[in-house]
């Protein structure tokens, strides 16, 4: 059974920092995985999906790398900026559903 | 191009009533999912339909949950009699088919606090 795990659950930084997000997940036999970004009261926005063939996808300030072999993925995100401040989940797709991280709630302080 | 619309956003009840959400997914998106998010937690799927058919609902408490998507476009979530425990964020999402292959796009959800 697919488990997906985010560590840390709450993480603080000044703004300007690069910082990184960590998702492991159990099981190597995935098709993609995809990283979500949630603010309050608002519903999940895609931000980078990556394929099960790719190492990494990039969009803007945001990177995130795949390692299926060790079951970890990390999104970077560089000059962070206190509209970052959001809470970031992981979802593992694999055998037609997605599997979830509880997410790290992320605060950027100005 | 419109994004998935739920309603309401926000609904109390007191627990053993009942309550119904609304979802209507993107134009064309053959793929319904029903997601229940406890604060804390990541989302769980609670049912995906495949135009207005179900193709998982392994997760559903079906003693107090239902679902329908009867023309397979819009779709009705229920819970009677709801719980304490209940309370959550309800998502929607669709997708153009099913499969891992394709992207599901979330809706705003509905907070729903049992009281």
């Known amino acids: 059974k697919q488990e997906v795990t985010q560590i840390p659950a709450a993480l603080s930084v000044p703004e300007g920092e690069n910082l990184v997000l960590n998702c492991s997940f159990t099981?190597?036999?995935?098709?993609?995985l995809q990283w979500f970004r949630q603010d309050p009261g608002k519903g999940l926005t895609s931000l980078l999906l990556?394929?099960?063939s790719q190492r990494e996808q990039t969009s803007g300030r945001l990177n995130a790398s795949l390692d299926k072999s060790s079951g970890r993925s990390t999104l970077y995100i560089a000059a962070s900026q206190p509209g970052d401040s959001a809470t970031y989940l992981c979802?593992?797709?694999?055998?037609?559903?997605?599997?979830w991280g509880a997410g790290t709630k992320l605060i950027i302080k100005p | 191009e419109a994004g998935v619309a739920q309603s309401p956003r926000y609904k109390i009840i007191e627990k053993r009533q009942s309550v119904a959400f609304w979802c209507n997914p993107i134009?064309?998106?053959?793929?319904l999912y029903w997601y229940q998010q406890i604060l804390g937690q990541g989302p769980k799927l609670l049912i995906q339909?495949?135009?207005?058919?179900?193709?998982?609902d392994s997760q559903l408490p079906k003693d107090r949950f239902s679902a329908e998507r009867l023309k397979g476009v819009d779709s009705t979530l229920k819970i009677q009699p709801a719980k304490l425990e209940d309370s959550a964020v309800y998502l929607c999402a669709s997708s153009l088919e099913q499969g891992s292959s394709y992207e599901q796009y979330f809706g705003p959800g509905t907070r729903l606090t049992v009281t």
């Open positions: 099981d190597s036999a995935i098709y993609n």
């Open positions: 339909f495949q135009n207005n058919g179900v193709v998982d």
């Open positions: 979802a593992v797709n694999g055998n037609y559903q997605l599997i």
């Open positions: 134009s064309g998106h053959a793929t």
């Open positions: 990556i394929q099960s």
